[in-house]
Nanobody, 127 residues
């Protein structure tokens, strides 16, 4: 599975952005995208990669405390896309945002649990 993020950019404090992640349709043999858990992470300079949100094949979602209530993850398996709607952004949200995928039905929140990653998209929130 190859993943490509888009939608990053510069936004003012309090603003919103929608990130998109497109999969290329090359799932592992015998599987399709709906068999994968899909997640968003971010990494700020000098910091470790941070879990943000995950959505399973059954649309069960889990969020990090830092984004709960502000960010919403969603998936469109028919079109092989995933989204992260981000509201009430503040400068601490500035980072490179990555989408990730792993085969399986379980909730996973650790970066090393994920086999597939996008190249990242920069989000910058100005104060």
């Amino acid at each position: 599975v190859q993943l490509v993020e888009s939608g990053g950019g510069l936004v003012e404090t309090g603003g919103s952005l929608r990130l998109s992640c497109a999969a290329d349709g090359r799932a592992e043999p015998g599987y399709n995208l709906k068999n994968y858990a899909l997640a968003w992470f971010r990494q700020a300079p000098g910091k470790e990669r941070e879990f943000l949100a995950v959505v399973t094949w059954s649309f069960l979602a889990r969020y990090a405390d830092s984004v709960e209530g502000r960010f919403t993850i969603s998936r469109d398996d028919l079109n092989e896309k995933m989204y992260l709607d981000m509201n009430s952004l503040h400068p601490e949200d500035t980072a490179v945002y990555y989408c990730a995928a792993v085969l399986g039905m379980n909730i996973r929140t650790r970066p090393h649990d994920y086999a597939y990653w996008g190249q990242g998209t920069q989000v910058t929130v100005s104060s």
